[in-house]
């Protein structure tokens, strides 16, 4: 499908750091897709409508938010919202429903006492209201337990699924009926306090991932290897240890990350200018203020890349720097010809986490455009890392000999090499608003020359039209359907693949203005035509990450 013309009541382009913002006015609500829904336990059939290609054979397994509320208490972020998991079970081009909500303790407290009573990034838990004063002034000079809410993605260890936030704790869950299998903490196997929830895969399943620790002397980050598979049948994560640690510039002040990227080689650290002021974070209870008030844009830093070493854990002393930019999400990343080429997803803002409270995403009429419209956009871009820098290196010229790219990188002192980026889309993208929840062939492509990525365009707070670039040429190829709002797009190879991007995209679309407008979208990866939807009789709210488990 050729890129459509997107209409919208009003519209008024203006330059923000480089990138064209296209300012709109008279935004749709999207007030129904936040918005506690009902669990579906028990498997359901769908409408399918067109053709579901007889060649897919699994689970579409989706993760995110489904309740906001208990008794008289609310979330506050959209984060924060009880993890709900969707299994779109496509067999002989039929479909399959059923959702659950992640049977974790955070859940489990809340129903029993019909209140919020765990704190979540956005949202303090306000003391028992059942103690007597004393007892509730004592209770503000406690650490905040850490969530379990998993509510962000499926992960894989040792061939097992998890569903997995960024908190130390992750559950472990049969993908056949959605069922919790076992509450799993990182802290009983590692020195860490925490881990993304988007490792990295070796093709042997070796998982790589980041996590932070905390001691006396403030924090550090962590590089996490876990090995392939298991010693014994109730493994999870006994193997895994710390590949390396890298200090924070300032340790009481470490960035957050949502992320990180890898290529054949190397672990690609992002130290951005997001940042977790920890003694605000340690004190949060006792000033009655949530978690994601420690957390900060500091424009005045730049943006700094570690390279670490896969094999040997060992920490490169050059360090490559930008401008201030910020990314939740990565594409790439690929050694060529003595380069790392970082594909990523960037803004030049850092303060679009704090944008996603549930009062924002709610708003209608003006309120809702002035949301969206102070938002700064998110680009995909490359940067160009020269792996081979020495003493004899020169400083001041571009290193990037690389004829096709525009990106450079100059050599500034001993271990440090300033990066400007080059975009990796055309001036197109702009109308479709930026591009987020980016999505390979990760199966071939990880860590390997590539040509093509999905993932959604955000002229609204969320995804509201699908995204296929092509690297050759910086062509876009488009779904969009007024009033229809995708989720991130995952992509299954077909069974006879030869080009990368034979196969099939993935994605759940919602609607705001029908109810139970839900359905699974179909679309051919290679020309970008729907070849078919399965609609759900149910609602669904708009959730987070997902992946595709293929059938034996």
Same mark, same amino acid.
């Given at each position: 499908?050729?890129?459509?013309?997107?209409?919208?009541?009003?519209?008024?382009?203006?330059?923000?750091?480089?990138?064209?913002?296209?300012?709109?006015?008279?935004?749709?609500?999207?007030?129904?897709?936040?918005?506690?829904?009902?669990?579906?336990?028990?498997?359901?059939?769908?409408? !399918?409508?067109?053709?579901?290609?007889?060649?897919?054979?699994?689970?579409?397994?989706?993760?995110?938010?489904?309740?906001?509320?208990?008794?008289?208490?609310?979330?506050?972020?959209? %984060?924060?919202?009880?993890?709900?998991?969707?299994?779109?079970?496509? *067999?002989?081009?039929?479909?399959?429903?059923?959702?659950?909500?992640?049977?974790?303790?955070?859940?489990?407290?809340?129903?029993?006492?019909?209140?919020?009573?765990?704190?979540?990034?956005?949202?303090?838990?306000?003391?028992?209201?059942?103690?007597?004063?004393?007892?509730?002034?004592?209770?503000?000079?406690?650490?905040?337990?850490?969530?379990?809410?998993?509510?962000?993605?499926?992960?894989?260890?040792?061939?097992?699924?998890? /569903?997995?936030?960024?908190?130390?704790?992750?559950?472990?869950?049969?993908?056949?009926?959605? *069922?919790?299998?076992?509450? /799993?903490?990182?802290?009983?196997?590692?020195?860490?306090?925490?881990?993304?929830?988007?490792?990295?895969?070796?093709?042997?399943?070796?998982?790589?991932?980041?996590?932070?620790?905390?001691?006396?002397?403030?924090?550090?980050?962590?590089?996490?290897?876990?090995?392939? *598979?298991?010693?014994?049948?109730?493994?999870?994560?006994?193997?895994?240890?710390?590949?390396?640690?890298?200090? +924070?510039?300032?340790?009481?002040?470490?960035?957050?990350?949502?992320? %990180?990227?890898?290529? *054949?080689?190397?672990?690609?650290?992002?130290?951005?200018?997001?940042?977790?002021?920890?003694?605000?974070?340690?004190?949060?209870?006792?000033?009655?203020?949530?978690?994601?008030?420690?957390?900060?844009?500091?424009?005045? &830093?730049?943006?700094?890349?570690?390279? !670490?070493?896969?094999?040997?854990?060992?920490?490169?002393?050059?360090?490559?720097?930008?401008?201030?930019?910020?990314?939740?999400?990565?594409?790439?990343?690929?050694?060529?010809?003595?380069?790392?080429?970082?594909?990523?997803?960037?803004?030049?803002?850092?303060?679009?986490?704090?944008?996603?409270?549930?009062?924002?995403? @709610?708003?209608?009429?003006?309120?809702?455009?002035?949301?969206?419209?102070?938002?700064?956009? /998110?680009?995909?871009?490359?940067?160009?890392?020269? &792996?081979?820098?020495?003493?004899?290196?020169?400083?001041?010229?571009?290193?990037?000999?690389?004829?096709?790219?525009?990106?450079?990188?100059?050599?500034?002192?001993?271990?440090?090499?300033?990066?400007?980026?080059?975009?990796?889309?055309?001036?197109?993208?702009?109308?479709?608003?930026?591009?987020?929840? +980016?999505?390979?062939?990760?199966?071939?492509?990880?860590?390997?020359?590539? @040509?093509?990525?999905?993932?959604?365009? %955000? @002229?609204?707070?969320?995804?509201?039209?699908?995204?296929?670039?092509?690297?050759?040429?910086?062509?876009?190829?488009?779904?969009?359907?007024?009033? %229809?709002? +995708?989720?991130?797009?995952?992509?299954?190879?077909?069974?006879?693949?030869?080009?990368?991007?034979?196969?099939?995209?993935?994605?759940?679309?919602?609607?705001?203005?029908?109810?139970?407008?839900?359905?699974?979208?179909?679309?051919?990866?290679?020309?970008?035509?729907?070849?078919?939807?399965?609609?759900? +009789? /149910?609602?669904?709210?708009?959730?987070?990450?997902?992946?595709?488990?293929?059938?034996?």
């Amino acid at each position: 499908m050729s890129p459509v013309r997107l209409d919208s009541p009003g519209e008024v382009k203006c330059a923000n750091s480089g990138n064209v913002n296209t300012v709109l006015k008279g935004l749709e609500t999207i007030a129904p897709l936040v918005r506690s829904v009902d669990e579906t336990p028990q498997p359901i059939p769908t409408k !399918v409508q067109g053709i579901i290609p007889s060649w897919i054979n699994g689970k579409f397994l989706r993760n995110g938010p489904g309740k906001f509320e208990f008794g008289n208490t609310h979330y506050n972020h959209w %984060f924060d919202g009880m993890a709900m998991l969707h299994q779109f079970r496509i *067999e002989k081009g039929q479909v399959m429903y059923m959702s659950r909500f992640l049977q974790s303790t955070t859940f489990m407290k809340n129903s029993e006492r019909d209140r919020i009573v765990m704190s979540e990034f956005g949202t303090l838990a306000m003391p028992d209201p059942c103690k007597n004063f004393f007892q509730r002034f004592l209770s503000r000079f406690e650490m905040i337990e850490p969530t379990d809410n998993a509510s962000v993605s499926f992960v894989k260890y040792k061939g097992d699924y998890y /569903v997995s936030t960024e908190t130390n704790f992750m559950h472990r869950v049969n993908p056949e009926n959605l *069922e919790s299998l076992e509450k /799993v903490d990182w802290t009983k196997f590692i020195a860490v306090n925490g881990a993304t929830a988007h490792p990295h895969y070796d093709p042997d399943g070796t998982t790589y991932n980041m996590g932070n620790s905390y001691g006396s002397k403030g924090a550090s980050y962590n590089i996490i290897k876990v090995p392939p *598979e298991k010693k014994e049948s109730k493994d999870t994560l006994q193997g895994a240890k710390i590949l390396c640690s890298i200090m +924070p510039a300032n340790r009481s002040h470490p960035s957050y990350y949502h992320s %990180f990227a890898m290529s *054949e080689n190397y672990v690609v650290f992002i130290e951005q200018p997001i940042k977790m002021d920890l003694l605000k974070i340690l004190t949060c209870k006792l000033r009655g203020k949530a978690l994601c008030e420690g957390i900060y844009w500091d424009p005045k &830093l730049e943006t700094v890349f570690h390279l !670490v070493d896969k094999s040997t854990g060992e920490v490169s002393s050059v360090k490559y720097h930008t401008k201030a930019i910020s990314t939740f999400h990565q594409i790439n990343a690929f050694e060529e010809d003595g380069f790392l080429m970082l594909d990523m997803c960037c803004s030049d803002d850092g303060q679009a986490i704090n944008n996603y409270l549930i009062q924002n995403l @709610r708003k209608s009429g003006e309120a809702l455009d002035q949301v969206y419209n102070t938002l700064s956009r /998110v680009y995909p871009r490359r940067f160009v890392l020269p &792996l081979h820098v020495t003493s004899d290196t020169p400083e001041g010229q571009n290193l990037n000999t690389r004829p096709s790219s525009t990106a450079s990188c100059v050599k500034i002192s001993k271990d440090k090499v300033f990066c400007q980026h080059e975009d990796l889309h055309g001036d197109d993208l702009h109308e479709y608003g930026g591009l987020e929840f +980016p999505q390979i062939n990760y199966g071939r492509c990880n860590t390997q020359t590539y @040509r093509y990525f999905y993932g959604c365009g %955000f @002229r609204h707070l969320i995804g509201d039209s699908l995204l296929k670039m092509d690297l050759n040429d910086k062509t876009l190829k488009v779904w969009y359907q007024k009033g %229809f709002y +995708p989720s991130e797009p995952v992509f299954v190879l077909s069974p006879d693949a030869v080009d990368e991007d034979d196969g099939v995209i993935l994605s759940v679309v919602l609607t705001p203005s029908q109810d139970k407008g839900t359905f699974l979208l179909v679309l051919d990866a290679k020309t970008f035509e729907e070849l078919g939807r399965a609609y759900v +009789p /149910v609602n669904i709210a708009y959730g987070f990450h997902g992946t595709f488990s293929a059938s034996a």
